[in-house]
């Protein structure tokens, strides 16, 4: 998708922005092999050159990871709040494994309920999803990366589905449904691309998503655009260290935990229809958001007959 919407001519600015950032990763580094300052001469043990990029490579994202973090825990400090919820207890030994990410999902926790609570905040990621619930749940969780990423609060307006994201999944430690519009008269739109190339590909595949929006951000979608984001120069080795490659593992375990209801239905549908049982699952697609020619009656009838 993303070479199919990016200009040829963009390709010397990705080149431009990735020489910007090694300026900085060798400034990051030459910071990293400094001593300590108390004027003793640092002896260290003849390390092979392959293993030493590499250590030095692992120590760069974590320090850009660390500093991704330190930005909201230090603003946590000056409000003198720390958090107090339990929403990572249930899934413990998951998150002991990702501790930075735990910390950083923390911090913007705080960040996130500090913030929301002041009218005049104007740095609002609000998500206008197309489509169901699948097309939803990518829409959310590309438009939560981009929050965490520009410092922006999230807002869904979940309004016109059969259910609110509240009756399906436990909310977050803050609140994530937008109950107004969105915060500024002129939000910057984004929606899915028609046809190459498309407008957004500049911006989130190449700049520094803050300066390049700074205003409120309107997603109105149905994609899943975090790849631009891996992909982003600026952003690519503190998301390649805090999510180790899997992106929208973590995010969508901490976002989308189904309600007890939910997980009963489940629970009472798979005991009545799966047990004891070889199962396939086959999707229809039967038009309605996505086409203009849905299946009648008589259609869905004879799939569901003779399918």
């Not at 929403?87 to 998150?95: I, L, M, P, Q």
């Not at 960040?111 to 097309?135: A, E, I, W």
Request: with cysteine.
């Amino acid at each position: 998708v993303m070479v199919a919407h990016m200009p040829v001519r963009r390709e010397k600015d990705v080149a431009r922005v990735e020489e910007e950032v090694k300026v900085v990763e060798k400034d990051v580094s030459s910071d990293s092999s400094e001593g300590s300052g108390s004027g003793s001469e640092v002896v260290e043990t003849p390390v092979p050159t392959a293993a030493k990029k590499k250590h030095k490579k692992k120590k760069i994202w974590e320090d850009v990871a660390k500093e991704v973090t330190s930005l909201y825990e230090r603003e946590a400090g000056e409000v003198g709040v720390g958090y107090e919820g339990d929403f990572f207890d249930a899934d413990e030994e998951y998150w002991e494994e990702r501790k930075d990410l735990k910390r950083l999902l923390q911090a913007y926790t705080i960040f996130h309920n500090t913030h929301s609570k002041d009218p005049r905040h104007t740095n609002v990621v609000y998500v206008r999803p197309v489509g169901q619930l699948c097309n939803r749940l990518m829409t959310i969780t590309s438009g939560f990366v981009l929050a965490l990423l520009t410092r922006k609060l999230l807002q869904i307006d979940d309004t016109g589905f059969y259910a609110s994201m509240n009756d399906l999944f436990k909310q977050p430690d803050f609140q994530w449904l937008a109950h107004t519009a969105p915060y500024s008269t002129s939000p910057h739109t984004i929606r899915n691309p028609q046809r190459p190339p498309w407008p957004e590909t500049e911006h989130l595949l190449c700049s520094n998503l803050s300066r390049a929006y700074p205003q409120d951000i309107l997603l109105n979608m149905n994609q899943y655009i975090v790849p631009y984001f891996e992909w982003n120069p600026y952003y690519r080795k503190a998301i390649q260290a805090l999510f180790k490659g899997d992106v929208f593992g973590p995010v969508s375990r901490f976002l989308f935990r189904p309600t007890e209801h939910i997980m009963q239905m489940k629970k009472e549908f798979v005991d009545r229809n799966f047990r004891g049982k070889t199962v396939i699952g086959l999707q229809v697609r039967s038009g309605g958001d996505f086409t203009s020619n849905p299946m009648t009656s008589k259609d869905w009838m004879l799939y569901k007959e003779c399918g």
